[in-house]
């Protein structure tokens, strides 16, 4: 089965010889490759090499990859916290959940490309169709805030994703 076929999927990044590139320790790279906000820049350009998909045009762009029939997919980390899938723009603090424009969102997408950065260097990866998140939220197994925990995602909704 071709990688695009998989919903489920794991890199490993040589920490080792990204530290020695970088001139710091392992450390310090496993720090800023489990943070999220940083670790997605990397991500992102390492799932187009893996699937063969084109990143977005710009980091403003309102999806980070596009698959080879056109579809458009939001990467997602899952850290220690979890994971969301709202808008960027409706997290952080002082932001708050806007669920029409959640929706707009998801009517966009394809999907999302979630990303366990947490075991870092191995990288686990679920492929996530925007129809399966339309379901959780229906069957109120996300947040109010279409937020879950890691350990959440982990235990419950990764099972269907098969």
């Given at each position: 089965?071709?990688l695009?076929?998989?919903?489920?999927?794991?890199?490993?990044?040589?920490?080792?010889?990204?530290?020695?590139?970088?001139?710091?320790?392992r450390?310090?790279?496993?720090?800023?490759?489990?943070?999220?906000?940083?670790?997605?820049?990397?991500?992102?350009?390492?799932?187009?090499?893996?699937?063969?998909?084109?990143?977005?045009?710009?980091?403003?762009?309102?999806f980070?990859?596009?698959?080879r029939?056109?579809?458009?997919?939001?990467?997602?980390?899952?850290?220690e916290?979890?994971?969301?899938?709202?808008?960027?723009?409706?997290?952080?603090?002082?932001?708050?959940?806007?669920k029409a424009?959640?929706?707009?969102?998801?009517?966009?997408?394809?999907?999302?490309?979630?990303?366990?950065?947490?075991?870092?260097?191995?990288?686990?990866?679920?492929?996530?169709?925007?129809?399966?998140?339309?379901?959780?939220?229906k069957?109120?197994?996300?947040g109010?805030?279409?937020?879950?925990?890691?350990?959440?995602?982990?235990?419950d909704?990764?099972?269907?994703?098969?």
């Amino acid at each position: 089965m071709a990688l695009n076929d998989r919903r489920r999927f794991e890199f490993v990044w040589d920490a080792g010889a990204l530290a020695a590139a970088f001139g710091v320790t392992r450390e310090d790279v496993r720090e800023y490759l489990t943070d999220g906000r940083r670790a997605s820049f990397m991500v992102e350009r390492r799932l187009k090499a893996l699937l063969g998909w084109q990143l977005a045009p710009s980091e403003g762009a309102a999806f980070d990859l596009r698959d080879r029939q056109g579809g458009l997919w939001e990467v997602r980390s899952i850290t220690e916290s979890g994971v969301y899938f709202t808008p960027s723009n409706q997290v952080g603090s002082g932001r708050s959940f806007d669920k029409a424009a959640y929706m707009r969102k998801l009517g966009a997408l394809s999907g999302f490309i979630l990303t366990d950065i947490v075991d870092f260097p191995t990288v686990r990866c679920f492929r996530i169709d925007v129809d399966m998140v339309l379901r959780w939220q229906k069957a109120g197994r996300l947040g109010t805030s279409a937020r879950v925990s890691r350990t959440r995602f982990l235990t419950d909704l990764a099972k269907d994703v098969s």
